[in-house]
């Protein structure tokens, strides 16, 4: 059974940083994408950042480009998130997924955690 588990959520102010932790257990990614997906209060969940875990190729939403960065360890079946110069907007629970990297769709979903940025 494929398990996600984020962590690193909290309240930061705004400009400030901070690092989500996706787990993975159950399978190994080597032909998936895996991805971070955001949704704010009273909004739809949007697509934040994604990577080709084996290629490392990388997309990001345009809100967050320049701003965040996606990455991965093999050995430690990791996914993460670096958010540098956080801002009140990017308030929102942040989950993991992933999905075949040949496919639009993601499979495995995360519960989430929230990142709450005051101004």
């Known amino acids: 059974q494929v398990q996600l588990v984020e962590s690193g959520g909290g309240l930061v102010q705004a400009g400030d940083s901070l690092r989500l932790s996706c787990t993975v257990s159950?399978?190994?990614?080597?032909?998936?994408?895996m991805g971070w997906f955001r949704q704010a209060p009273g909004k739809e969940r949007e697509f934040v950042a994604s990577?080709?875990?084996?290629?490392?190729?990388?997309y990001y939403a345009n809100s967050v480009k320049g701003r965040f960065t996606i990455s991965r360890d093999n050995a430690k079946k990791t996914l993460y998130l670096q958010m540098n110069s956080l801002k009140p907007e990017d308030t929102a629970v942040y989950y993991c997924?992933?999905?075949?990297?040949?496919?639009?769709?993601?499979?495995?979903w995360g519960k989430g955690t929230l990142v709450t940025v005051s101004s």
């Open positions: 990577i080709i875990w084996s290629a490392g190729t990388t």
């Open positions: 159950g399978r190994t990614f080597s032909s998936y994408k």
């Open positions: 997924a992933a999905g075949p990297a040949v496919s639009s769709q993601m499979t495995y």
